[in-house]
T-cell receptor, first 116, second 112 residues
């Protein structure tokens, strides 16, 4: 079956531009997560949705970062007025259940954002 | 949250068994131990998870001693395609809002 897909795979933005990154989770998955991965580091949590509700946004680095999942399926991570330090791979993951011992999250391939 | 420590890198040769040990001295009673694998230009992939003793699946084995302060991921007979970064995660995701806490990982290089 189809896994988690993300688009675009690569994005180059000039500093100050706004970008929107899309995530299509596995159909029927309740939970959706966004992570940021800098070069040579492990992924870092940004935000979490359970269906359409954003339950945790504690990892968003600034108010320039905004995420939504209006219908409980597709999610968009938006970054306003991009800065060079925003350059990273942005990973989306989904999982079938929430609040259980189901720790397996399915990750997409990521979007590599480069801010010049 | 329990902090994990694992080697930054390891080298191996095809056909060998590879053991990657992760230290987690402050593991809490409810915490599980989970390992993910990440290939270049891909997202992480779940490998195995355990609470205590030994867990085995078609990909790997996970050994957890009685005190649970460390764990060892064992990859039998590695091939070149096992070259990847391996992350040890410790925690109770339901109590962390479901989020996974990754460290720096162990970069495994398998040579012919």
């Amino acid at each position: 079956g189809a896994g988690v897909s993300q688009s675009p795979r690569y994005k180059v933005a000039k500093r100050g531009q706004d970008v929107a990154l899309r995530c299509d989770p596995i159909s029927g998955h309740v939970s959706l997560f966004w992570y940021q991965q800098a070069l040579g580091q492990g992924p870092e949590f940004l935000t979490y949705f359970q269906n359409e509700a954003q339950l945790d946004k504690s990892g968003l680095p600034s108010d320039r970062f905004f995420a939504e999942r209006p219908e409980g399926s597709v999610s968009t991570l938006k970054i306003q007025r991009t800065q060079q330090e925003d350059s990273a791979v942005y990973l989306c993951a989904s999982s079938l259940t929430s609040g259980t011992l189901d720790y397996e999250q399915y990750f997409g391939p990521g979007t590599r954002l480069t801010v010049t | 949250l329990a902090k994990t420590t694992q080697p930054i890198s390891m080298d191996s040769y095809e056909g060998q068994e590879v053991n990657i040990t992760c230290s987690h001295n402050n593991i809490a009673t409810n915490d599980y131990i989970t390992w993910y694998q990440q290939f270049p230009s891909q997202g992480p992939r779940f490998i195995i998870q355990g609470y205590k003793t030994k867990v085995t699946n078609e990909v790997a084995s996970l050994f957890i001693p009685a005190d649970r302060k460390s764990s060892t991921l064992s990859l039998p007979r590695v091939s070149l395609s096992d070259t990847a970064v391996y992350y040890c995660l410790v925690g109770d995701p339901p109590n962390q809002g479901g989020k996974l806490i990754f460290g720096q990982g162990t970069e495994l290089s398998v040579k012919p």
